[in-house]
């Protein structure tokens, strides 16, 4: 058996962020850790994006930035600016890269690779190979029981072209011109260059496609639109849209990542709530050498959320008109508070005054009945 002052399930994303910030506050001088990955070795496999509110420590990895993006529907577009807040691009490769290297540095970091949790118990992980015991333990693994009633699902591929096709200033962060059948869907546009872009089919619905399928909607896109160029690299995933339950969480064993409920389920971003996170999680480590689980989001977020998710399920058709009169009604800072997770009490009210009333008084509704019914039935 091998011991460990603090051990991370799952080196992505959260894993990799939160050893980072461990290292970099200095919580690793006189502690060891071990990350401990399923995967044989990393490669580019995502891009992560976020409004940028001048906090990024991860500049070597940004793939591109905008300060513009649009958002189209019924053949109209707008196009808001995002100058104070740019939206970024993060290359997962780079940043695998730089996360890795720097780690590295640390004899007392172990990067534990091809490794499969059998069972975690209390303080003990079992793998195939080995016993591993620690004090604290970071998990960012769901359990495959663990199921979603929807999910954002998207395939993406990088299109080179030898034509200068794209507008290279600004993203188009939805293209509501397409099928909605099943479940909420547009295209999702980061031109890296004039001739380098990487487009993207979404989803918002209860089940995901099989790859061929996306493809298909992606080859269409293209046609449409006159699009023609070399694929130089793919994307696909799936976002589970849910809160999970952190009752089996313990101030000594801790979920992270989006089964630590980081993901904000209304819109799938979840870089920057892990980075917040992270770094309250090693300044807490660092200071008392004992953590009282972070606030991951308000409850006003959540609640909101879970109302928004209920009138995709039941009125996905509508949502496209909804999304781009949002925009359209108000600031591209209002916007992109609400959708950060800094959004003000006045700013709120007005995103909820540009909905539509009828619609989401029949949602909170349903969901207040739900809520209701659950808590009686605990």
Known sequence: MKEFDYIILGGGLSGLSLAYE???????????????????????????SYWDFNNNKFKSCIEKSWNFFDITYN??????????????????????????????????????????ILSVKKNIITTPNQTYKTKYIFDSLIAKKEKSKMYQHFYGCEIESKKNIFNSASVQLMDFDCEQNNGLHFFYVLPFSKKRALIETTWYSKKIKEKYKYKEEISRY?????????????????????????????????????????????????????????????????????????????FKYKFLDQILLSVIERNHKVMPKIFFHLF?????????????????????????????????LQNFFIFLYKSIVKTINK
Request: glycine share 4%; with cysteine; aromatic share 8%.
């Open 22 to 48: 461990l290292n970099r506050q200095g919580c690793l001088k006189n502690n060891t850790l071990a990350i401990l990955e399923k995967r044989k070795k990393y490669q580019k496999d995502k891009m992560w």
């Open 75 to 116: 053949q109209q577009s707008i196009s808001l600016s995002c100058l104070r807040s740019p939206y970024r691009s993060i290359n997962s490769q780079k940043f695998y890269k730089f996360i890795i290297n720097n780690l590295n540095k640390n004899k007392n970091i172990h990067l534990i690779k091809n490794t499969k």
């Open 328 to 360: 359209r009604n108000n600031t591209s800072k209002t916007v992109i508070n609400f959708l950060s997770d800094r959004s003000s009490f006045i700013e709120d009210l007005k995103i909820i005054i540009s909905m539509p009333k009828l619609i989401f």
């Open 222 to 298: 293209l046609l449409k639109r006159k699009i023609s160029g070399k694929i130089k690299y793919e994307e696909i995933g799936a976002i589970p849209l849910r809160h999970f339950p952190l009752n089996d969480s313990s101030l000594n064993h801790i979920k992270i990542g989006t089964a630590g409920n980081m993901t904000r389920i209304s819109t799938g971003y979840t870089f920057q709530a892990i980075q917040a996170f992270s770094e309250n999680l090693a300044k807490q480590l660092k200071l008392s050498g004992t953590i009282n689980l972070p606030l991951i989001r308000s």
